[in-house]
């Protein structure tokens, strides 16, 4: 069982930045790829990147690519998501989850953080 508990969520204006915080339970956290996701009411829980267990290889949704940056720590079982020069439509809720098995860019995760309010003003 992993839990997952997202932090550093809030209100910022556009072109602001903000890096979200989860931090997870339990011993095995480097074994686990580590996804972001983002959810605004109405719509799909959508993709935002994802980093292997060890750190390597982030992949990222075109529309964020450039902008934010997904970095882990092992050794606080912590995994980061930088987001820089924001803009109004990245607004939403942003999950992480952990995936034993591979990568994904679906939400088919096996734990799931509370989520944080991210809200970007024009």
């Known amino acids: 069982q992993v839990q997952l508990v997202e932090s550093g969520g809030g209100l910022v204006q556009a072109g602001g930045s903000l890096r979200l915080s989860c931090a997870a339970s339990?011993?095995?956290?480097?074994?686990?790829?580590m996804g972001w996701f983002r959810q605004v009411p109405g719509k799909e829980r959508e993709f935002v990147g994802v980093?292997?267990?060890?750190?390597?290889?982030?992949y990222y949704v075109d529309s964020v690519k450039g902008r934010f940056t997904i970095s882990r720590d092992n050794a606080k079982n912590t995994v980061y998501l930088q987001m820089t020069s924001l803009k109004p439509e990245d607004t939403a809720v942003y999950y992480c989850?952990?995936?034993?098995?591979?990568?994904?860019?679906?939400?088919?995760?096996?734990?799931w953080g509370q989520g944080t309010q991210v809200t970007v003003s024009s």
């Open positions: 989850a952990a995936r034993k098995f591979g990568f994904a860019t679906t939400p088919d995760y096996d734990y």
């Open positions: 980093i292997s267990g060890n750190g390597a290889h982030p």
């Open positions: 339990g011993r095995t956290f480097s074994t686990y790829a």
